[in-house]
């Protein structure tokens, strides 16, 4: 099995708003089969999920225009069945720093720099908890 690839097709939602990050991760996420949608802010982010909810949202913890946590939150209340798993990509490491986070609603967390084989692996954790979750 290519493990590059997702085994569903995903609709990601990547909320990041700097432009070399979003660029690597765009790429990466193409190649293993996702749609996505990239927003450089919180607001559009939230507009564009509003409309027609993704699977993944990967979301940078320092958004210029809205409080990461407050974004998460929004997804969280949309629905309580909702399947979308949240990845947050934070530059902190520590617990008492993720623990907001972890409250807020995401599923998983990636530190910067974004390290590729790290990256996939949480790709792969993501897709097969989408994957779980639609069954």
Known sequence: MDHNKAL??????????DSSARKYLTSSLRKRGH??????????????????????VIVDWQLPDMDSLVFVQKIRSLSADRVTV???IAAKEKPVDLEPLLAAGIDDFVSV????PLMDIRLAIAERQIRSRAE
Request: with cysteine; net charge neutral; aromatic share 8%.
């Open 35 to 56: 749609t996505v949608r990239v927003c450089p802010d919180g607001e559009m982010a939230w507009r564009a999920h509003e409309k027609k909810p993704y699977d993944l």
């Open 86 to 88: 949240v990845i947050a």
């Open 113 to 116: 720099p974004l390290y590729p």
């Open 8 to 17: 569903i097709p995903l609709r990601t939602l990547l909320v990041e708003p």
